[in-house]
């Protein structure tokens, strides 16, 4: 328990007012609104009754629900599933509705890498017990000119990180990198780190559906609706959903990523800093044979310098080939309320950024020819400390959100984690709980 505690009192103006927001907008309803929202209240009987409820069935919600039901009953996963048309789509969005998302062990902190291994490590158990399969590995590798580079980039942090975890990398100086990727064109002088075993990608949509099959197996209720309304009272929290539902469990946990503050289910704003991020989807002919690992690089000699993603082809689920990039242009500031994170989930991304991420394509991958382009937004909830917030808001109420572009590959520890607080007031790990404490404005 942290001191986010003491902010549990009374409820603010500016929290109202994004209730509000969110239950008028977000649900379409009509504007006129008591001070109180009771939405669809006259549908609502007695209570669904649950031990746990876990509000947003993403990925860090999804692996939470997995890792609750093996230790106790009467678990509730709520959520919405993905829309069936994100241009006219009014409710709330993920960060999840992709084909891909990179894994790897390396990272130039010790903990998101500490993250990233014990959840990697669970994944082949999740595929078998679920019979789906959702992790690729191709391997992954950071390529930097001259070894320099920073913050994701940092290369001399990222091997330390790799010795202390004892994984293997390989070092890939400049002419090994054009023996090895003849087609890639890397700035003259790069060099890289190659993480050959248990890096490459995982399909985020199929580990969510696994983490649910299993969930369910376990004895999870997963429940398709959006919570518009969560209240602590003795003994017990009331939640209230979109579809005029009541559900009162012991405890909850919101999992609820870049919406939570849009969705003022918290009586305080936390600090979170949700950016517009921008993937570039290139269809390419579904024969074209090249290999390389999913890769994160820079480029100094192009047009503009390029730090950025670079996927190889991978078939999706319209059966057609993709080369995914993108990189961290954000647009000028981060979005703010429902309306905003809405507007930019239906829009085409950052019209004025589609060059750079064309050009860079054809810069690091001169041959390639792409038949079709479709650029796609994205959400990244970033927190202040730039780790999740896994903490307890109040005795009934904990959180786990904030993924920071990182909790793809680390999502299932950071569920194990979340899991473990709700349950037993504990934490399971050897990271110490106060990197993941909350932090409010
Ligand atoms: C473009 C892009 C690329 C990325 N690439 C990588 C990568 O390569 N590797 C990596 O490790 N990570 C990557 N990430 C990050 C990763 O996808 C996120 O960290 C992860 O999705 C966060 O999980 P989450 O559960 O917090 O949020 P989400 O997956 O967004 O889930 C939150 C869920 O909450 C639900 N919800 C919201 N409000 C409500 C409500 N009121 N009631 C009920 N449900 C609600 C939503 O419907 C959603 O399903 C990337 C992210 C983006 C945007």
Redesign the pocket.
């Known amino acids: 328990m942290t001191d986010s505690g003491k902010h549990n009192a009374g409820w603010q103006l500016t929290t109202m007012m994004n209730r509000r927001d969110f239950v008028t907008k977000g649900l379409g309803l009509a504007a006129s609104l008591s001070a109180t929202p009771l939405v669809g209240a006259e549908a609502s009987k007695s209570p669904q009754k649950f031990n746990i409820a876990i509000?947003?069935?993403?990925?860090?919600?999804?692996a939470a629900a997995r890792h609750l039901t093996q230790v106790t009953d009467d678990v509730a996963l709520?959520?919405?599933g993905e829309p069936a048309n994100r241009k006219t789509h009014t409710g709330?969005?993920?960060?999840?509705y992709?084909a891909?998302?990179?894994?790897r062990v390396v990272d130039p902190d010790l903990v998101w890498a500490t993250l990233a291994k014990r959840s990697l490590s669970r994944h082949r158990e999740i595929e078998r017990e679920s019979g789906i399969k959702f992790r690729h590995d191709i391997g992954y590798m950071m390529v930097t000119p001259g070894g320099l580079g920073k913050d994701w980039f940092n290369l001399p942090a990222m091997r330390e990180v790799a010795d202390d975890l004892q994984v293997d990398i390989e070092d890939l100086d400049d002419g090994a990198l054009k023996q090895r990727f003849p087609y890639l064109s890397f700035t003259p002088g790069s060099s890289a780190v190659l993480q050959e075993d248990d890096a490459g990608?995982l399909d985020?949509r199929r580990l969510i559906e696994a983490q649910h099959q299993i969930s369910i197996a376990q004895g999870a209720s997963v429940i398709r609706?959006?919570?518009?309304d969560l209240r602590s009272r003795a003994g017990h929290v009331e939640v209230r959903t979109k579809s005029g539902s009541r559900i009162r469990a012991n405890r909850v946990l919101l999992?609820?990523?870049?919406?939570t503050n849009a969705?003022g289910?918290l009586q305080h704003r936390l600090q979170m800093y949700i950016r517009a991020?921008?993937?570039m989807a290139s269809e390419v002919a579904p024969a074209m044979n090249v290999k390389y690992p999913a890769t994160l690089y820079a480029k100094t000699d192009g047009a503009e310098d390029f730090w950025g993603?670079l996927m190889p082809p991978i078939t999706y689920d319209d059966g057609r080939s993709y080369i995914k990039t993108?990189d961290g242009y954000y647009g000028e500031r981060p979005l703010e309320g429902f309306d905003q994170l809405g507007a930019w989930s239906r829009s085409n991304g950052h019209e004025e950024h589609h060059e750079v991420l064309r050009r860079a394509l054809r810069e690091v991958f001169p041959s390639v020819e792409v038949l079709s382009r479709e650029f796609q937004p994205?959400?990244?909830?970033d927190t202040a400390s730039r780790y999740p917030y896994i903490d307890m808001i109040d005795e009934r109420l904990g959180i786990?959100?904030?993924?920071?572009?990182?909790?793809?590959?680390?999502?299932d520890e950071i569920g194990r984690l979340a899991a473990d607080m709700i349950h037993n007031a504990g934490w399971a790990s050897s990271l110490p709980q106060s990197l993941f404490s909350a932090r409010f404005s």
């Open positions: 509000i947003g069935a993403g990925l860090l919600g999804s709520i959520g919405p709330v969005f993920a960060s999840h992709d891909s998302r990179l894994i990608y985020p609706d959006v919570v518009v999992a609820t990523g870049a919406y969705s289910l991020a921008m993937i993603l993108m994205c959400l990244i909830a786990v959100v904030g993924g920071n572009g990182k909790s793809g590959k680390s999502c």
